[in-house]
């Protein structure tokens, strides 16, 4: 049988319903829109992904014990290496362990559960274990449910991923550098702010370049949950006009299209922020 | 985050009390004794060396010091703070010891100039202009002026460990620790840190210095001290040990480090 097939590259421009041209829907109009939802959806997840993910990183760097002041409680002796009384009536509690452990815990589920059940668990499974009230907000009182599910679920995963990124960079810094930031009087706080983060985020740039090329591909597993993104429009333009060749290749141009300025800027980043006089760090 | 400020009303220190007092200190890794029953005291102004063999503990004990590792038993004071206990602010204490590194451990991201005003800005609430003076002034003792707004990485190993002290130095310490400052500099690089830390022991600061330049030790030193095995095997006046009264392993290092 001979493959046959209509090849009409003008569907992509269709802007009107205007079925002179072979036109029954707008298609021009789907492909932006669609195209508006994937940057949309990306966007937002990363913010999630990267701020979260920052955190969860850091918190598995941390070895040493982090105390939290209680006021009026009465340490039990069974506790004592990780309670301390202050002597004004309220005790510090070494919540490090706990941090750290629940840092880890995170990293392990979210990297080790397909991305699509990931999806399919917070839209379909989390509304039906949660009370009835709140199952029913998060599937339609919440303002655009589909896409702030998607993009809680694409950010949360790829947190995971930023975080190990943000852990290495971190565990990459010899000692040394955590002694001297320590030794000239830095609280923990600011020998991460101001000393061990300016570098490690430095180092990570290009894991970070591809956790942020991995949420702006992924975004289209968010079509399954019902969210109209760039994929998702792309087989409603193959539905309705059959021009699937047209269709894909435009999809496919515009993601490579994305990834490579993506790609392109974060080399130029890179540059920029390079140390001078530190060619491993991408300065020559 | 609340900056703390970092004006202790330092007592002026008695005399008989050490500005750096250590009783009993032992420190283990696991089931690894690094630190084994260490005390001694320095007196402000003092300029202590401490040698021995690899592995014998220096770093580990000077570290103990400013609290960069904690230890299990003993008594460690810092100007008549004690540094092991949980209700010190070990970061307020440690901007009062200044410490210089094997590696020099400079900041890498930042200039020279950032380098030396990091601490300021941060620790002490200097302002910008206050913490510039000072770096500068810092950078022209250790002759380094023309290098402000280089960056580590662009300087020689002598000129980044000059930078690290100076960095140490603008927070006004009441003490300095130094770990093997010239251990990692090509020979010709070692006299121009030496000299930098001969005369901080000539304008009187305090210092503890790990080292294996005996010339030093014989220059500026007050006393040495030996480790071996994470004991202080020997804590004498600088003619004592070089007179002789030495024990025998303190012997044996100070040959073979003598003679190669
Ligand atoms: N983090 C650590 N964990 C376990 N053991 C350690 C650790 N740091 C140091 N040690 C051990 O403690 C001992 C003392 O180390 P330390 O660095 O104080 O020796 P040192 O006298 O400074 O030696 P060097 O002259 O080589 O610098 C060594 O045997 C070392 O292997
Ligand atoms: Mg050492």
Redesign the interface.
């Known amino acids: 049988m001979e493959f046959s097939y209509n090849w009409d590259w003008s569907v992509l421009l269709c802007t009107v319903e205007d079925v002179e041209i072979g036109c029954i829907a707008p298609y021009f109009y789907w492909i932006v829109e669609g195209f508006g939802w994937t940057i949309a959806v990306a966007s937002a997840a990363w913010v999630i992904a990267f701020s979260w993910g920052s955190f969860i990183g850091i918190l598995r760097t941390l070895e040493a014990p982090i105390w939290l002041v209680v006021p009026f409680l009465k340490p039990s002796m069974k506790y004592k290496s990780s309670v301390i009384e202050t002597g004004n009536g309220a005790v510090m509690i070494n919540i490090g362990w706990f941090l750290h452990g629940f840092a880890t815990v995170y990293v392990t589920i979210f990297r080790n559960i397909p991305l699509l059940v990931q999806m399919f668990l917070w839209y379909f499974v989390l509304p039906e274990v949660v009370s009835k009230e709140a199952g029913m907000w998060l599937k339609r009182e919440m303002p655009l449910p589909e896409y702030w599910t998607a993009v809680a679920c694409l950010g949360l995963y790829t947190a995971s991923r930023v975080g190990e990124a943000v852990r290495a960079g971190i565990n990459s810094i010899t000692q040394g550098q955590h002694y001297a930031a320590m030794a000239i009087g830095l609280t923990r706080v600011q020998v991460y702010r101001c000393v061990l983060l300016p570098v490690a985020y430095r180092i990570i740039i290009p894991p970070l370049t591809s956790d942020f090329l991995g949420i702006f591909k992924n975004s289209s597993l968010a079509l399954t949950i019902g969210v109209l993104e760039l994929t998702a429009m792309t087989r409603q333009i193959d539905e309705y006009s059959y021009q699937t060749f047209e269709a894909f290749t435009a999809a496919t141009v515009l993601y490579i299209l994305v990834t490579a300025i993506v790609m392109f800027a974060m080399r130029i980043v890179e540059g920029r922020v390079a140390i001078p006089g530190m060619i491993s760090l991408g300065a020559k | 985050?609340p900056e703390?400020e970092?004006t202790t009303p330092s007592v002026e220190s008695s005399p008989g009390v050490g500005m750096i007092q250590m009783e009993v200190v032992s420190k283990w890794y696991g089931n690894f004794q690094v630190l084994v029953n260490c005390s001694t005291k320095v007196d402000k102004g003092e300029v202590v060396v401490i040698c021995g063999p690899s592995g014998s503990g220096k770093s580990t004990l000077i570290?103990v010091i400013?609290g960069?590792e904690p230890f299990q038993e003993g008594v460690v004071t810092f100007d008549g703070t004690s540094v092991g206990d949980?209700?010190t602010n070990?970061?307020?204490l440690?901007?009062?010891?200044?410490?210089v590194?094997q590696?020099f451990?400079?900041?890498?991201?930042?200039t020279i100039t950032d380098n030396i005003n990091?601490?300021q800005l941060?620790?002490l609430g200097r302002d910008e202009n206050e913490a510039t003076n000072r770096s500068m002034a810092l950078l022209e003792r250790v002759g380094l002026m023309d290098q402000k707004d280089?960056?580590?990485?662009?300087l020689s190993g002598g000129q980044q460990q000059r930078v690290?002290i100076a960095?140490?130095l603008a927070?006004d310490p009441a003490a300095m620790l130094f770990d093997e400052p010239t251990s990692a500099l090509d020979p010709e690089m070692i006299n121009e840190v030496l000299d930098v830390m001969t005369e901080l022991a000539n304008d009187g600061m305090t210092m503890m210095v790990v080292t294996h330049e005996m010339g030093f030790a014989k220059r500026v030193a007050d006393r040495v001290i030996f480790m071996d095995e994470g004991r202080i095997e020997e804590d004498c006046t600088k003619d004592e040990f070089f007179g002789g009264e030495r024990g025998d392993r303190a012997q044996e290092f100070l040959s073979k480090i003598l003679t190669h």
């Open positions: 985050m703390t970092n570290k400013n960069l949980a209700a070990l970061p307020m440690r901007s009062r010891i200044g410490m590194f590696s451990e400079l900041f890498p991201h930042i990091l601490a941060k620790v280089k960056f580590p990485a662009q690290a960095r140490g927070m």
